[in-house]
């Protein structure tokens, strides 16, 4: 079993601080909710966001939703041969709980979390599908205990996804950052005991979390 945590995911309601900003105000209307109730999207509040803090980390939610489809419709999660964990960077933790059917439309899926943001679990037929608690990744770190913490970095050691799949213990933790530009905080890499870089250029997040699960998938089931 390993694990799997995007962190500092671009994945938050809209902060108080911008709630006021037309380009908000505007896009709540025409979903009929709340500007405290929808995702901050740069797609949307792009105006709103100029000079915010973590600016280039924030406000793509769909980058987030690309990579939990990508862990979450493979034979490796649906064998329960994984754990997928979403850390926020508002330091929020997402547990995704077994056989979670994540919506393919990104309108559905935003939905989705927008309700889970407010109610803190998803639930269906008394099972927990979603969950969110209020954590940082250390704690989330200390709770899960991996053997080891792999950081997935262009500032990394230069490995071949290949090679660093062969080389990782059971109960390993894989870091991806589920930002669009940038890399991880210094409280992320403090955690982080080995960093490693897959390719020369910067890869999108999705494809590293593709690329990785299945490399990890062939040591198991083929």
Partial sequence: MISLILTESSLELVPKE???????ISHAQKLGKR????????????????????EIKRGRPDLVHFCILEATTIPLYTKNKIKIYVHTID?????????????KSYHRFEGLIEKLFLEKTIESNGNVLLELKEKS???????????????LSSKGEKHSFENTISE????CCLVVGG???????????????????????SLEAHVVVARLLYEYEKTIFM
């Fill in 179 to 201: 930002f669009q530009k940038g890399h991880f905080s210094n409280a992320i890499q403090s955690r982080i005991n080995q960093m490693i870089s897959i390719d020369d250029s």
């Fill in 137 to 151: 990744f250390s704690e989330l770190i200390d709770e899960i205990k991996p053997s080891k913490v792999i950081g």
């Fill in 18 to 24: 911008l709630s006021s900003h037309p380009s908000v």
């Fill in 91 to 103: 330091d929020k933790i997402i547990y995704v709980g077994e056989n979670v059917h994540i919506p």
């Fill in 35 to 54: 500007t405290s109730e929808i995702l901050l999207d740069n797609s949307w509040h792009f105006a709103a966001m100029k000079g915010i803090s973590d």
């Fill in 168 to 171: 990782i213990p059971e109960n």
